[in-house]
T-cell receptor, first 112, second 112 residues
Framework: NAGVTQTPKFQVLKTGQSMTLQCAQD?????MYWYRQDPGMGLRLIYY???????DKGEVPNGYNVSRLNKREFSLRLESAAPSQTSVYFC???????????FGDGTRLSIL | TQLLEQSPQFLSIQEGENLTVYCNSS?????LQWYRQEPGEGPVLLVT???GGEVKKLKRLTFQFGDARKDSSLHITAAQPGDTGLYLC????????????WGAGTKLIIKP
């Protein structure tokens, strides 16, 4: 039972480098989400995709782009990484509203 | 701006003790969810409460949604080391069918 799979699990980047975080779900869920989690701040929504072919900004979208490649996959791209983007990034998916969001195990990203 | 405030931020108690953690807001929510997150993993849904005054039990965990649907509590009876984790509350953001707002969490440690 894979659920939501995120790759990579860890990454260290230098300021200015670019990177794509990958997420795939095998539960046939319509909506997918990217969050960042920082100490003392809970989860903050970066972008979400309500369904295949659509994406929308969340609370903290600046510095990020996303692609909903198909129903299974939702990627997050940092075009020019900054130290402020050091965080743990979580991908989640959900079938319909009020159903649980299912999370991956996160990508721990450090920007030096 | 809708906010969810969780208290306490940190709680360390001995095995067998009882505890209550809180999730409060000045906003009214149509539903509220509680998640538990263990180190190195994503959050996992524990319960969704929908009706004001609702009480739900999950083994030794009791969840209550306030009558006015502005707050919620989680009570653990006879805490065990397996209850250790970060407890997060989340609620629907405004009228969005997709966005949740999240509390910063209560970090709970149960010492054997």
């Amino acid at each position: 039972n894979a659920g939501v799979t995120q790759t990579p699990k860890f990454q260290v980047l230098k300021t200015g480098q670019s990177m794509t975080l990958q997420c795939a779900q095998d539960m046939n869920h319509n909506s997918m989400y990217w969050y960042r989690q920082d100490p003392g701040m809970g989860l903050r929504l970066i972008y979400y995709s309500a369904s295949e072919g659509t994406t929308d900004k969340g609370e903290v979208p600046n510095g990020y782009n996303v692609s909903r490649l198909n129903k299974r996959e939702f990627s997050l791209r940092l075009e020019s990484a900054a130290p402020s983007q050091t965080s743990v990034y979580f991908c989640a998916s959900r079938e319909i509203f009020n159903q649980p969001q299912h999370f991956g195990d996160g990508t721990r990203l450090s920007i030096l | 701006t809708q906010l969810l405030e969780q208290s306490p931020q940190f709680l360390s108690i001995q095995e067998g003790e009882n505890l209550t953690v809180y999730c409060n807001s000045s906003s009214v929510f149509s539903s509220l969810q509680w998640y538990r997150q263990e180190p190195g993993e994503g959050p996992v849904l524990l319960v969704t409460v929908v009706t004001g005054g609702e009480v739900k039990k999950l083994k030794r965990l009791t969840f209550q949604f306030g009558d006015a649907r502005k707050d919620s509590s989680l009570h653990i009876t006879a805490a065990q080391p397996g209850d250790t984790g970060l407890y997060l509350c989340a609620a629907r953001a405004g009228d969005s069918n997709y966005q949740l707002i999240w509390g910063a969490g209560t970090k709970l440690i149960i010492k054997p």
